[in-house]
C-alpha cells in the first residue's frame, strides 16, 4: 500500500506531493531537459516524461532529499510554466513560474487544492466578478479534455501563455506553457499599423491598388474606385473602359494592371469614359515578397499610386492655348504666326510656294462707333468664322491686331492662295447679322508668296501688306497681289523701312573711319566711325542722311547703333593689335539708345569682348535732340563715363544744348557743325569768325577739346588754327577710309568738295 506524503519540496518553492515508490532518477532528469527548453511542440512526450517520473517518485522507497532539492530548484528556474494535477484534478506539482503567471500569493497555492479553486482565486484578481465565471468554464473545459492541443491564454499584467494540457493514460493532466507576450505585442503592433495604413490608403486622396506577385487585386481604395468610375473592386475590374498608356491602348483595368507592371516607375494614363477625357499619373512601387526569387515574375507585390492630373491637364492645355491663340476670336496669334511662318518658309520652293493672305477690314470702326464695342466683338467672331469658311484645312488663320487678320497657306496649298484670297473677300462682303443689326463691312486683301516674291519670311510680311495698301489706297474692297509694280508705286519709306531692319538683322551695315587730325596733318589721332548701307535689293548705297532718320522713325535705332558699336570696336581692336590705331575711336548714338536702360552694359561688354580700355572710345551724341529726362540720360551717361569711354557733342551750335546740359553732362569734346566752317575764308563772314571764338572760347573755359567738323580747304584749316582749334575732321585732310586704310600708319592728304 502506498504511503502518501505532502509537503513543500527546495528553497525554490516549488510545489510537490509525491508517494513512495520504485527509485528511478533518469525520467526527473529528462523531465528537467525537456522543461528547460523552450519549444512549444513537443509537449505531449513531455508530459509523459513528467508523468513517468512522478510515477518513479510516488513509488520511490527511499528519497534523496538532496536530489529532489536540485530537481526542484531546476524546474524552478525554467522559464516555462509546469504543473501537474491528479486524475481528480487535485494539485500535484506547481512551479514558481506557474504561480506568478496566475497573479496570486505564494500562500494561496496550497498542494491538493482543485484546479478549479486554483483558477477562480487567479480570474478574481485581474477579471471583474461578472466575467469569472464564464472564463472560469472554458477553461476548464480545456483542462478537462487534456488532448495536447495548445492555446493562448491572456494572465494578469497583459501576460500571454501558450499553455498545452495533457491527460495521461494514469488521469494525471500535465500543463506546460511558455511566454509568448512578445509575439502578441508584436501582433498587436502590426495590426495598428495594419490598420493605420489602411485608413490612410483607404483616406487618401490618391488612387491605391495593391497588385500581388500574381497580378491579382488585392486592395484598392475609394478613391481609385472614385477615379475609375466604379462602386467596388467588381465593378471595378469588370469595367470595359478605353483607356491610354502613353501610346499603347488597353481595354479594363485588368489589362491596364499587367501593363503597368511592366512599364517604368511614372506611367501616364488617360482615361476616355462617359464623354470625358481624365488623366492620371501613375507612380509604382515594389514590395518584396519573402522566399520567392529575386529576378523571377512574381517577386514583387506592386504598390500602384494614381494621381488624378485631369486639372492640371486641363490648365496646362488651356495656358498652351491661350499663348498661340486670340481669347477673343479663337484664331491664331502673332506668337504662333511667327512660329508658323518660320517653319513653313522652310519647305517652300518655286513648285510648292508658301504664301501669306495679309486681310484688313473695311468700315469696322463705324461699327465700334455706332453700335458699341460689344457687337464689334461679336462681329469679329462671325469674321473668322467666314475666313474659315473659305480657305484650306491646311491654311491657319491669325488675328494679328484689332481688324487686321493673316492667312498663311503653306507649300503645297500656297499655290492657290489668290484663289483663297477672292473666296475670303466675297465672303466679307456679304452682309452679316449682329443682336438685329444687319452690318455691311468689307476688306482689302493683300498676297504675297515665297519663294517667288522673296526668300525671307519678314519681308513676306511686308510685301503682303504692301499689296493690300494698294487696294486700300484705291478705296478698299479688292484683292491685290504682290509684284514690283507695288514697290514702285508703294510708299517708299515703308520699303525702306523693312529693306533696313533686314540689313540690321543680317549685319549689312558697314563702317568707314573719317580720320581727325592735329596740326600734325599727317597722322590720325582719332577717327570717326561711319556708318554705310548698301541696298542689297536695289544695289545703291543708301546715304546716312537718307537711312538713320528711317531708323529713328521705325524704331530700328538702338539695333543700328549696337551693331555698329560692336563693329567698330572689333576693327579698332585689330588695328590695335598692329599698332596703327588712332589714339581713340568716336562712334555715333543717338539719345535713344542712351536712354536705353542696358545700354551701359553693352558698352561694357564690346570693351571686354575685345580687350580694350574704355578711354579709347568717343561716344558721339549729336546735339539736335530733345531729351525727355535729361536726368536720366545723365545718369546713364555716367555709368558709362566711369567705364573710361568720353563723351562727344556733334554738330555743336545747331541744336538745344543749353549751358546747364554742358555742366551736368559728362562731355569731353565740342564738335562745331560744319555750317559754321563753310565759307569761313569769305571776308564778310566775320562775325562767323567770333561765332566759333566764342565757341572756343567757352570749350576751353569748361576744358573740353574743340574739333572742327567740314575743313575742306587750306584756308579754313590756317583760320580755325588762328582762332585756337587744335582738331580737324574733313575732306581737305581724308575721306572716309576703309579700316585697312589705317595699317600704313599715314594718310594721304586728299581734296575735294563734299563733306563727310
Request: aromatic share 6%; with cysteine; glycine share 8%.
Amino acid at each position: 500500500m502506498t504511503r502518501l506524503y505532502d509537503g513543500t519540496v527546495g528553497r525554490g518553492g516549488m510545489l510537490i506531493r509525491f508517494g513512495v515508490g520504485v527509485a528511478l532518477i533518469s525520467p526527473p532528469l529528462l523531465l528537467l531537459v525537456q522543461a528547460t527548453c523552450l519549444v512549444p511542440v513537443p509537449h505531449g512526450v513531455t508530459a509523459i516524461v513528467i508523468a513517468a517520473g512522478l510515477g518513479t517518485l510516488v513509488w520511490l522507497p527511499i528519497v534523496n532529499r538532496r536530489r529532489l532539492q536540485m530537481i526542484s530548484e531546476a524546474v524552478d528556474a525554467t522559464h516555462c510554466s509546469i504543473v501537474v494535477y491528479d486524475a481528480n484534478d487535485r494539485l500535484i506539482l506547481a512551479n514558481r513560474r506557474y504561480r506568478d503567471v496566475l497573479g496570486v500569493p505564494a500562500g494561496a497555492i496550497e498542494a491538493g487544492m482543485t484546479y478549479r479553486t486554483l483558477i477562480r482565486r487567479s480570474l478574481e484578481t485581474y477579471l471583474p466578478p461578472d466575467a469569472v465565471e464564464d472564463e472560469l468554464v472554458e477553461r476548464n473545459a480545456i483542462h478537462a479534455r487534456g488532448d495536447g492541443r495548445p492555446s493562448d491564454r491572456q494572465y494578469p499584467n497583459n501576460r500571454w501563455e501558450r499553455v498545452t494540457k495533457t491527460r495521461l493514460p494514469n488521469g494525471l493532466n500535465v500543463g506546460i506553457a511558455i511566454d509568448v507576450s512578445e509575439y502578441y505585442a508584436l501582433r498587436d503592433q502590426l495590426d495598428t499599423e495594419a490598420r493605420r495604413f489602411a485608413a490612410l490608403a483607404r483616406g487618401a486622396p490618391v488612387g491605391i491598388c495593391l497588385v500581388d506577385g500574381a497580378g491579382q487585386l488585392q486592395f484598392v481604395n475609394d478613391a481609385l474606385l472614385t477615379m475609375m468610375g466604379a462602386a467596388d473592386r467588381q465593378a471595378l475590374l469588370a469595367a470595359n473602359d478605353q483607356m491610354m498608356l502613353r501610346d499603347t491602348a488597353v481595354r479594363g483595368f485588368g489589362a491596364l494592371i499587367s501593363e503597368l507592371r511592366q512599364t517604368a516607375s511614372d506611367t501616364e494614363v488617360r482615361l476616355e469614359k462617359g464623354g470625358e477625357t481624365y488623366h492620371m499619373m501613375v507612380r509604382k512601387a515594389y514590395a518584396p515578397i519573402a522566399g520567392s526569387q529575386p529576378d523571377g515574375p512574381d517577386a514583387a507585390e506592386n504598390l500602384l499610386i494614381f494621381v488624378d492630373i485631369t486639372t492640371r491637364k486641363k490648365a496646362e492645355a488651356k495656358v498652351s492655348y491661350l499663348a498661340l491663340h486670340d481669347p477673343l476670336t479663337g484664331a491664331l496669334n502673332r506668337v504662333a504666326f511667327a512660329e508658323d511662318l518660320e517653319r513653313a518658309s522652310g519647305g517652300a520652293d518655286l513648285q510648292h510656294p508658301a504664301a501669306l493672305i495679309a486681310i484688313d477690314l473695311d468700315r469696322f470702326k463705324p461699327v465700334n462707333d455706332v453700335h458699341g464695342h460689344a457687337v464689334g466683338d461679336v462681329l469679329l467672331c462671325r469674321v473668322v468664322e467666314r475666313i474659315g469658311e473659305a480657305i484650306a484645312a491646311d491654311c491657319r488663320l491669325y488675328r494679328i491686331g484689332g481688324d487686321e487678320f493673316a492667312v498663311l497657306c503653306p507649300p503645297p496649298t500656297g499655290a492657290n492662295a489668290m484663289a483663297f484670297a477672292r473666296a475670303i473677300l466675297d465672303r466679307l462682303t456679304e452682309p452679316f447679322t449682329v443682336e438685329g443689326y444687319r452690318i455691311l463691312i468689307g476688306a482689302s486683301v493683300g498676297v504675297s508668296s515665297l519663294p517667288s516674291d522673296t526668300d525671307n519670311p519678314q519681308t513676306l510680311i511686308h510685301y503682303a501688306d504692301l499689296a493690300l495698301y494698294q487696294g486700300k489706297n484705291r478705296g478698299g474692297g479688292s484683292v491685290h497681289a504682290f509684284s514690283p509694280a507695288v514697290l514702285s508705286s508703294a510708299d517708299t519709306r515703308r520699303v525702306m523701312e523693312l529693306e533696313l531692319a533686314e540689313a540690321v538683322e543680317n549685319g549689312d551695315i558697314e563702317i568707314m573711319m573719317q580720320p581727325i587730325v592735329g596740326t600734325e596733318r599727317k597722322v590720325a589721332v582719332a577717327a570717326e566711325c561711319l556708318a554705310r548701307w548698301t541696298n542689297r535689293r536695289t544695289g545703291e548705297a543708301v546715304p546716312p542722311s537718307t537711312f538713320i532718320p528711317v531708323a529713328e522713325a521705325a524704331n530700328l535705332i538702338v539695333r543700328l547703333d549696337v551693331l555698329i558699336l560692336h563693329k567698330a570696336l572689333a576693327t579698332y581692336a585689330a588695328l590695335a593689335a598692329a599698332g596703327t590705331a588712332p589714339q581713340r575711336l568716336m562712334v555715333n548714338v543717338s539719345v535713344r539708345t542712351l536712354e536705353e536702360p542696358g545700354f551701359a552694359g553693352e558698352v561694357r561688354t564690346a570693351l571686354a569682348r575685345n580687350a580694350l580700355p574704355g578711354s579709347s572710345i568717343v561716344l558721339e551724341v549729336t546735339e539736335n535732340f530733345l531729351v525727355d529726362d535729361a536726368h536720366k540720360l545723365g545718369a546713364t551717361m555716367q555709368q558709362i563715363a566711369a567705364l573710361g569711354v568720353h563723351f562727344a557733342l556733334d554738330d555743336f551750335g545747331t541744336g538745344f544744348t543749353t549751358l546747364r546740359m554742358l555742366a551736368d553732362l559728362p562731355i569731353t569734346y565740342l564738335k562745331i557743325d560744319q555750317s559754321f566752317v563753310r565759307d569761313l575764308d569769305d571776308p564778310h563772314r566775320q562775325r562767323q569768325h567770333r561765332v566759333i571764338r566764342a565757341i572756343i572760347d567757352l570749350a576751353s573755359h569748361l576744358e573740353l577739346d574743340v574739333i572742327a567738323e567740314g575743313v575742306e580747304t587750306e584756308a579754313a584749316y590756317e583760320t580755325l588754327r588762328g582762332l585756337g582749334c587744335g582738331l580737324f575732321q574733313g575732306y581737305l585732310f581724308a575721306r572716309p577710309l576703309r579700316p585697312e586704310a589705317f595699317a600704313k600708319g599715314t594718310l594721304p592728304q586728299r581734296k575735294g568738295s563734299a563733306a563727310a
